[in-house]
């Protein structure tokens, strides 16, 4: 790679030292590099034309003098990019953005949400924070004229090297340059805890309406102060010229739900996210006006209990909701400021820092397992309790599972799924925390030398639990939930060896209505239902054939695709349908572990539903709602048909592997 000015070239590694002047041979052109890091390129003849420079093209990196805003005229942004990943200079999911809305604040973006919001600008020397208020560093300035909006910044003391980083973990980072040690120190970022990460603990108001059922112009709502609140993000600027003006403007409009004044008037409309209740002293914090029912103001003014119709009853609770859901955020942030660990509870999901599971692990030293995604981890938690924790992979997939298992187990709970305690998220570091089972895998179980065999009857409770854990995802989930990797190795044993289904990283969750396409090929070789392979729609039946597939291996104790000499002659699941088919004795079919110790009406049962499960058709396998009540024996089950590929088996047993579930 190289950079050409008329007829000269300037190569990689070629240093260009500050203000230092490259003119082209033909005296057409000059590159200037600015003491403020602008790499200009300009007509040599008259230095005012500027043709290009790097500060109209931001990086990552925000310099003194650099600007982030908004052309009104060409309504182009200057928006700064974080890398991929801390060695991965290619465009990331964080962006460092102005509000194009005219707000006089800026966002850190993530994958096109709202990640960080800085808040509205309040005019002073620092927009950043309370701890950048110190003019030894940054001289904050917000310009706003008819052809641009931007914020741009000076350092106070030219001796100082300075720069913001819009960094791949998702913070905003300024740092500054030690002469002594020769490196960039941090010395600000911004988001430093959870409670400052945009919407994260949802909507301040869910429904407006149960706040005000009627809204009429000229009622009797009013405003409570709340004193030392970081504002809401959403604003809207209004311009009038006193407090009274903003306070009328907001009761003209319905949807308005509370407004400051601090020179220049801003409402919210409708919801309010990201509130932040501010430590005394921080002199960053503001005057927010909520909006209440007259009821509320009058409870509030005097102690004597008027008497109100139920449209003032429905507003006051609404409103004693909405006071009850701001003391509970603004409680949980202050609590989070002031302590290190979050206790968890049987409903919500713990945030663990880093720092608490490689202490809970002991450095990560007892690896349970490994998969496609990353490893997993035994560890114990201060209150005795173990844990195993799954440390992912950040590329690729790796950041798409953490989502969906922290979005799907989180909220679902059920005797026969892995309970989710809880994830870490710390820069690239992505950690899900589950309830550990004691007896491991059931590949381990089943393939792997074991101080304990699984008897029949356990066998039967296992396959039972794994098919109830699945008819829960398939139908009793408000969505559909498809796991797409049923298979021994994310089936796990707790101490009693029930099952628990693990591993969301391949599940989709469609609506219930409709089916979904979906683009690449997920699950494992051996479980895939031919649908996969042949590219139509994929539904829950996918996970009905990787059941049955499966349940073959439960009575076998074997892979199904354990083939000798190239031969498929004992292909698991053919053998099964040949017997099945000629009536004759499937004792011999048992895992040679169990010796033969099995009710042959159970087996009868359960190889019969395994092979309804790998049929062909979609159409023609069971739901694991059926497979449920045949297994418990609530309904028949008669002779299944045999499926293609298992006839194509038969009929040329030296072809090699059959295509569905391989």
Not at 21 to 36: A, C, G, K, M, P
Not at 175 to 186: G, I, K, R
Not at 291 to 312: F, H, M, Q, W
Not at 417 to 429: A, M, Q, S, Y
Request: net charge neutral; hydrophobic share 35%; proline share 5%.
């Amino acid at each position: 790679m190289h950079l050409s000015i008329g007829v000269d070239t300037i190569f990689p590694g070629q240093p260009i030292s500050g203000n230092q002047t490259i003119t082209s041979q033909d005296e057409r052109f000059e590159l200037v590099l600015e003491d403020s890091g602008n790499l200009v390129l300009r007509s040599w003849s008259n230095s005012s034309v500027v043709l290009w420079q790097s500060f109209d093209h931001p990086t990552d990196t925000w310099l003194p003098g650099g600007k982030l805003g908004l052309n009104k005229l060409t309504k182009k942004q200057q928006i700064y990019s974080s890398w991929s990943s801390y060695d991965d200079p290619a465009p990331g999911p964080f962006l460092l953005k102005l509000d194009p809305n005219g707000t006089r604040q800026y966002f850190i973006m993530w994958n096109g949400d709202k990640h960080w919001t800085c808040g509205i600008w309040p005019g002073r020397v620092s927009v950043f924070g309370p701890d950048m208020l110190d003019d030894n560093y940054n001289n904050m300035t917000y310009v706003s004229n008819e052809e641009e909006n931007y914020f741009t910044y000076s350092v106070t003391k030219t001796s100082i090297l300075s720069r913001f980083v819009m960094d791949s973990s998702g913070q905003l980072r300024q740092l500054t340059w030690l002469e002594d040690s020769q490196q960039w120190n941090l010395i600000w970022s911004r988001p430093k805890q959870q409670c400052e990460i945009y919407a994260l603990w949802g909507n301040m108001v869910a429904a407006i309406s149960s706040v005000f059922p009627h809204c009429r112009k000229g009622g009797k709502d009013g405003f409570r102060m709340i004193p030392n609140i970081r504002l809401p993000a959403n604003a809207v600027s209004l311009t009038v010229r006193s407090s009274k003006e903003c306070e009328a403007a907001c009761l003209e409009n319905c949807t308005c739900t509370a407004y400051t004044f601090d020179g220049e008037c801003s409402i919210w409309l409708e919801n309010l996210l990201n509130i932040q209740y501010l430590s005394f002293g921080d002199n960053l914090g503001k005057d927010l006006h909520l909006r209440v029912a007259a009821v509320e103001l009058v409870v509030y003014r005097s102690r004597t209990k008027p008497r109100i119709n139920g449209d003032i009853v429905g507003a006051a609770a609404g409103v004693a909701t909405l006071t009850v859901i701001l003391g509970f955020i603004i409680w949980k942030c202050r609590r989070r400021q002031f302590s290190s660990a979050v206790k968890p509870t049987e409903d919500l999901l713990v945030l663990y820092k880093y720092s608490d599971l490689r202490k809970a692990t002991k450095n990560f030293s007892e690896k349970l397992g490994e998969g496609g995604f990353g490893s997993v981890f035994k560890g114990t938690l201060p209150n005795s309790a173990e844990i195993a924790a799954k440390k992912l992979k950040c590329h690729g997939q790796g950041e798409k599972q953490f989502r969906t298992e922290v979005s799907t187990i989180g909220t679902i709970h059920h005797i026969n799924l892995i309970r989710l305690r809880g994830f870490c998220l710390e820069g690239t570091k992505r950690f899900l925390v589950y309830e550990y089972m004691p007896n491991g895998s059931l590949e381990s179980h089943l393939f792997q030398k074991s101080p304990r065999i699984l008897d029949w009857k356990t066998r039967c409770q296992i396959a039972l639990g794994i098919a109830r854990g699945l008819e829960y995802l398939h139908e009793k989930c408000r969505d559909c939930i498809i796991h797409c990797d049923i298979k021994p190795e994310n089936i796990l044993l707790d101490a009693g060896y029930n099952p628990k289904i693990s591993d969301f990283g391949l599940a989709k969750l469609i609506g219930r209505d409709f089916s979904r396409v979906l683009t690449t090929v997920k699950g494992t070789r051996g479980y895939l239902a031919p649908e996969w392979i042949s590219g139509i729609a994929i539904t829950a039946k996918a996970d009905v054939f990787s059941y049955g597939m499966m349940l073959f291996e439960i009575i076998s104790g074997r892979r199904n695709w354990e083939i000798k000499d190239d031969r498929m002659n004992d292909y698991f699941p053919a053998q099964v349908m040949k017997k099945l088919s000629r009536g004759e004795e499937l004792l011999t079919l048992l895992d040679e572990k169990l010796e033969q110790n099995a009710d042959i009406e159970e087996l009868t049962r359960v190889c019969k539903v395994a092979c309804w499960c790998i049929q062909d058709d979609e159409g023609d396998r069971p739901s694991m709602k059926s497979v449920v009540q045949i297994l418990e024996g609530a309904l028949d089950v008669i002779m299944p048909p045999i499926p293609s590929f298992i006839e194509n088996i038969a009929e040329n047993p030296e072809e090699g592997s059959p295509t569905p579930g391989f």
